[in-house]
Nanobody, 118 residues
């Protein structure tokens, strides 16, 4: 049983910044892939960024559309994942979901709305 709770979404102007947080609880030990996905109405849920591994073996990946603008990170206990978003664009508007994956099993948060508009 894993619970994920996102926070930090809201309304921001183009060029602004926002920091999303995802707190994980439950059975989260082991090697997990944590990440952020986003979805807009009528479209599929797409990956934004993922993070996995330990210490010097930590590996991050980013969608091309956010590379250089977004940064994914974890706390030391690896039970919280962050998404620092900078230079936001209107196309970044979406519901952002936190995920945790262990092999075939995936867990999802409830989502947090990010709206980029002037």
């Amino acid at each position: 049983q894993v619970q994920l709770v996102e926070s930090g979404g809201g309304l921001v102007q183009p060029g602004g910044s926002l920091r999303l947080s995802c707190a994980a609880s439950g059975s989260i030990s082991g090697i997990n892939i944590m990440g952020w996905y986003r979805q807009t109405p009528g479209k599929e849920r797409d990956v934004v960024a993922t993070i996995t591994g330990l210490g010097a073996f930590t590996r991050r990946s980013y969608a091309d559309s956010v590379k250089g603008r977004f940064i994914i990170s974890r706390n030391n206990a690896m039970n919280t994942v962050f998404l620092e978003m900078s230079n936001l664009e209107p196309d970044d508007t979406a519901v952002y979901y936190c995920s945790l994956k262990r092999g075939v099993i995936s867990y999802w948060g409830q989502g947090t709305q990010v709206t980029v508009s002037s």
